[in-house]
């Protein structure tokens, strides 16, 4: 992979909820306009290799994203979403070759209803993976990629009757609920897409083992409809044993289970109301368990631990000098003395209580990174922890809607990709006069180090070089040093010998007419209708005039 890196940095911006910061635009393609990941903490002596996978969403235009580590965009991957949720998006295998996966869909109150993607190193969409058994679709809180990339463990969440005076008699508080929410999983083969083993909360975890009441948190549901089914379990994150035991996530159980992988009983139970350990920690409200080892009777795994959700405080007993803020958390497991201790924990520097969502991953050089859910932060710690891990990395996202967007978790992975699609590029020059000014850049390339423009004054050619730069961001701009007006420009992509990674489509160059060609937003009103203006000075292209019309800068004037 070939990075641009700084040198370590700290960048003073601070995360201030209604503070705004605009959205990225980029000329040579407007239709993108991610939130820009403000860095605030960037070590770089410290960090693991690999990019910043999030996927923002409660925003004006949800998408799955790569950014580097300084922050620069590499990947929006917006057109593969078509204006629904993106969730969980991460490096995964496939085939022996590395694939991106993540569930998109329709976000629904708590959960979603979607289909798991995964594309190759171009982009392409080679697997969609949907539920089985009749089931409903799939859901966003896990679509996790297993053995080799042959299966998948996903979740589903469904809506069944509920009958309390059987389920729960002489329970006042569930008197009126006649439907329930229950949490599922599937493990699915990515070939046949047939579903390999199934488990359903309701077939082995009674109601009475909730923390959720019904009508009491936003995702909780009242239980009086079908729509508004009570989530007693609200399942969130599955992962599986070596031995084909699984080990699930409830949140609204507080509790993470164990479950046979031949007939879907609970093995064991840690935290919440019915824990099998003795336990000197415990969580609430946790998200993405994950199993890191197991030795004989030693279990180690890890979750990120809540500490609260929408509705509910932190509650139960801490470790002494702990404070209730979420944390990522490592955690040993005694199955034969059934006892329970916390390893090692990971708060971030700002100590925040980020009441729903969250992820703890391990990273190849031992270093942690945490996401932080419905706070659109992401931490990278180093390997020394017991609750004062060194910050190697913090940032955050914003845009225009900062106050409500999350991001359900957020990973580091190296990749390398080179797009089916062509690099964009757009150029202007302010008269026939007057040197271009180009703009390009190719969503989602990784390995792109310089851009090579060539000009002509005929669209089928002949071209000529006219000037070769580094890459700078996701898009570079650059002019040449001397020469003439020039009609029509390819952009091309060199690699770090210079080889030819990818080509842009013939450009025509863009020139307004003379009365808009010093326009702004101030000077000549937002309702100026740029297609029918004055004569252009020099010929354009419909798509470029087009371009014009919705310039991706609100007000910005073009200079050469």
Known sequence: MAFRVLLSITVLTKFVPGVLAQVQHFYSNPTLAPPTLVVETFNRSLVDNGYIFMTPFQDSQPSPLIFHSDGTLVWDGRAYVDGLQGHDLTVCDYNE????????????????????????????????????????????????????????????????????????????????????????????????????????????????????????????????????????????????????????????????????????????????????????FTFDFQHNARVRSENGSTVIISIYDNGSDDSLPATGQRKPGYEPYSAGKVLSLDTAANTATLLDWYVSPDKQLSTSQGDLQYLPNGNKFMGMGNLPFAVEFTDNSTGNATIAYYAHLEDDNTDTFSSYRNFKFEWIAQPVAPPDLFVYAQNCSTRPVFYTSWNGATEVESWRFQTSNESTGPFSPVATVVKKGFETSTTVAAGEFSLFTIAEARGAFGELLGASAVVQTFVPATSIANCTSASCGPALNYTTAATMDCPVTQSARRRYNNPPMNGHHFTA
């Open 97 to 280: 070759t590395s694939h991106l996966c993540f569930m998109y869909g329709i976000q629904e109150n708590g959960y979603a209803r979607g289909y798991g993607i995964v594309l190759d190193q171009t982009y392409t969409q080679v697997l969609n993976v949907t539920s089985g058994n009749d089931q409903p679709a799939l859901d966003q809180h896990e679509f996790f990629v297993k053995e080799n990339g042959t299966t998948v463990l996903a979740t589903i969440y469904k809506q069944i009757p509920f009958d309390a005076a059987t389920s729960a008699p002489g329970n006042t508080a569930l008197e009126n609920v006649t439907w329930l929410q229950a949490g599922i999983f599937q493990q699915i083969d990515l070939v046949t897409n047939n579903v390999l083993f199934e488990w359903q909360s309701s077939d082995f975890v009674p109601v009475s083992a909730s923390y959720v009441l019904p009508g009491t948190t936003d995702t909780s549901g009242n239980g009086l409809s079908a729509n508004t089914a009570w989530d007693y379990f609200h399942i969130n994150s599955v992962d599986m044993f070596e031995n084909g035991d699984y080990l699930v996530s409830s949140r609204h159980t507080k509790t993470v289970y164990r479950i046979n992988g031949t007939d879907g009983s609970v093995i064991w139970q840690l935290n919440g109301r019915t824990s099998d350990f003795t336990q000197d």
